[in-house]
């Protein structure tokens, strides 16, 4: 079992661009962001042995283990930088695995995420989603007792804004970290309103209880 990451991605912005990425973001995925090559999904690593060799590359066909060949290997890396799949989505996701457990609130002119990732948080697939769309604002908390770490970025115009780091102390939980975020947003809110009046006007900030 992987060590886990809770996330939170709130987005706001003109109504418009708004119900544009609640439709697009429907499921929230790593995959549909920043897609894998095909050629990692039927590619199987561990260790496993067959006709008593040991292998940690193989596909299943027909019920059978057919280990993925040192030159296969090589192509893979020359041209992903990685030969699996677990190796691809580190690099190119930040986290092993899709989005777990994804859960949505909408609000008037906010909509919320919040999901689970292995190992770490999904910080490129959220830069991913900040470039396509710079007119909506996108604060990503994210944090988890497991990985021992936490944060939250602000992303606006599709640049990385605003970064708070928080360090975990004995005692400190998840749940604490509910009210740093929405001080931390509360914060800073309206001196992004002040900056970027066209991205804010004829919005109301809505509080997530």
């Given at each position: ?9 709130s987005?706001?912005?003109p109504?418009?661009e708004?119900?544009?990425f609640r439709?697009?973001?429907?499921p ?12 990692f999904?039927?590619i199987?690593t561990g260790?496993?042995f067959?006709?008593g060799v ?6 299943t066909?027909?019920g059978?283990?057919i280990?993925?060949?040192?030159e ?13 799949a677990?190796?691809?989505a ?10 777990i457990d994804?859960k949505?609130?909408?609000?008037s002119?906010?909509?919320?995420y919040r ?7 999904p910080?490129p ?5 900040a ?9 990503f908390?994210?944090g988890g007792?497991e ?6 970025i602000f992303y ?5 804004n ?5 360090e975990?102390r004995?005692g400190?939980y998840v749940?604490d ?13 309206d001196?992004l309103?002040?900056?970027f009046?066209?991205?804010?006007s004829?919005t109301?900030?809505?509080a997530i209880?």
């Amino acid at each position: 079992m992987p060590n886990w990451c809770e996330n939170e991605l709130s987005v706001s912005g003109p109504a418009e661009e708004l119900k544009e990425f609640r439709e697009f973001a429907n499921p929230l995925s790593a995959n549909k962001l920043i897609p894998m090559p095909e050629e990692f999904k039927d590619i199987e690593t561990g260790l496993t042995f067959i006709d008593g060799v040991k292998y940690t590359h193989w596909r299943t066909v027909e019920g059978k283990a057919i280990p993925v060949s040192e030159e296969e290997k090589k192509a893979l890396h020359e041209k992903y930088g990685a030969c699996h799949a677990i190796d691809w989505a580190h690099m190119n996701w930040g986290t092993i695995w899709d989005f777990i457990d994804c859960k949505v609130e909408e609000h008037s002119n906010m909509v919320v995420y919040r999901f689970d990732t292995a190992w770490g948080p999904p910080v490129p697939v959220i830069e991913n989603i900040a470039e396509m769309y710079p007119n909506l604002s996108f604060l990503f908390s994210f944090g988890g007792i497991e990985i021992n770490s936490s944060g939250s970025i602000f992303y606006v115009k599709g640049e990385r804004n605003l970064l708070k780091h928080i360090e975990y102390r004995t005692g400190f939980y998840v749940e604490d970290l509910k009210d740093l975020d929405y001080n931390f947003s509360d914060k800073y809110s309206d001196s992004l309103r002040k900056a970027f009046p066209e991205m804010y006007s004829g919005t109301k900030h809505v509080a997530i209880e």
